[in-house]
């Protein structure tokens, strides 16, 4: 089955970190873009980070960088993302989502993990 | 840094009708737009992309049209699963979302 399957939500005080990781499979990962997208509690979507099919190429939200890196290992078919100094408001669901094309499309969406930033 | 603008905020209407969505940008992002749709306690699934290309598995009833920075969603007969939030997205931009709710 196509899939992404995220984990390592947690609540979390402000200031702390975690390691969101996303497994992929069903299809070939090396071969994509791969976005974390997060969403607040009843709101929209954001979009944080962006790495390239090989992981030369990142790049990342204002709101984030600097505090968050993604990566991945495709020997491993996961993709993570290193989130520290947290905020209240990086309170989220965060997403790993596929891209299909250079316009950042996303095909395929995991089911997202719960991020909770409280003290 | 593109915004996209969605209009109404929330859509009331009745099964059978008509739904008509707006996405407005703040510059020009050409055909390239995409749309989705997310019902509660879903992930977002991908309706629309290229302004107006059905992705695979989309029903016909759905139709994206537009370009530059005006783009709309029409759902020419809401289905009961029709109802859900609408999101327009430019690249890494989202917009904020448009609720069609059942009157």
């Known amino acids: 089955e196509v899939q992404l399957v995220e984990s390592g939500g947690d609540v979390v005080q402000p200031g702390g970190s975690l390691r969101l990781s996303c497994a992929a499979s069903g299809f070939t990962f090396s071969r994509y873009w791969i976005n974390w997208v997060r969403q607040t509690p009843g709101k929209g979507l954001e979009w944080v980070a962006s790495i390239k099919e090989d992981g030369s190429e990142k790049y990342y939200a204002d709101a984030v960088r600097g505090r968050f890196t993604i990566s991945r290992d495709n020997a491993k078919n996961s993709l993570y993302l290193q989130v520290n100094s947290l905020r209240v408001e990086d309170t989220a669901v965060y997403y790993c989502?596929?891209?299909?094309?250079?316009?950042?499309?996303?095909?395929?969406w995991g089911q997202g993990t719960l991020v909770t930033v409280s003290s | 840094e593109i915004v996209l603008t969605q209009s109404p905020a929330t859509l009331s209407l009745s099964p059978g009708e008509r739904a008509t969505l707006s996405c407005r940008a703040s510059q020009s992002v050409s055909s390239y737009l995409a749309w989705y749709q997310q019902k509660p306690g879903q992930v977002p699934r991908l309706l629309i992309y290229d302004a107006s290309k059905r992705a695979t598995g989309i029903p016909a009833r759905f139709s994206g049209s537009g370009s530059g920075t005006d783009f709309t969603l029409t759902i020419s007969s809401l289905e009961p699963e029709d109802f859900a939030v609408y999101y327009c997205?430019?690249?890494?931009?989202f917009g904020g979302g448009t609720k069609v709710e059942i009157k």
């Open positions: 997205q430019h690249r890494t931009a």
């Open positions: 989502a596929r891209v299909f094309n250079t316009y950042d499309y996303v095909d395929l």
